[in-house]
C-alpha cells in the first residue's frame, strides 16, 4: 500500500502534539553547596575509590576461599 505525499502530511498534522510546560516536580532537585563540595572533593572521592576496592576484593577473596 503506497502513502501518497499528501496524505502523509494530513496524517502527520494530525499526529502532531502540543508540547506544554513540565510540572516543578518533574525537574531535579539543584544540588546545594555541600553536595557540590562532596562531588568535587579529591580527599572524599578518594576515600569512596579505596572503600569501593576493599569491597570488591573482600568479594573476590570470599569467592577464591
Do not use: A, C
Not at 502513502?3 to 544540588?31: A, C, G, W
Not at 578518594?46 to 569501593?52: C, D, G, Q, S, W
Amino acid at each position: 500500500m503506497r502513502v501518497s505525499h499528501l496524505s502523509f502530511n494530513i496524517i502527520y498534522k494530525q499526529m502532531k502534539t502540543v508540547v506544554r510546560n513540565y510540572k516543578d516536580e518533574y525537574y531535579p532537585p539543584i544540588p546545594t553547596k555541600s553536595t557540590k563540595f562532596w562531588r568535587v572533593s579529591f580527599i572524599y572521592q578518594f576515600y569512596k575509590f579505596l572503600k569501593l576496592n576493599f569491597k570488591i576484593m573482600r568479594i573476590v577473596v570470599k569467592g577464591h576461599s
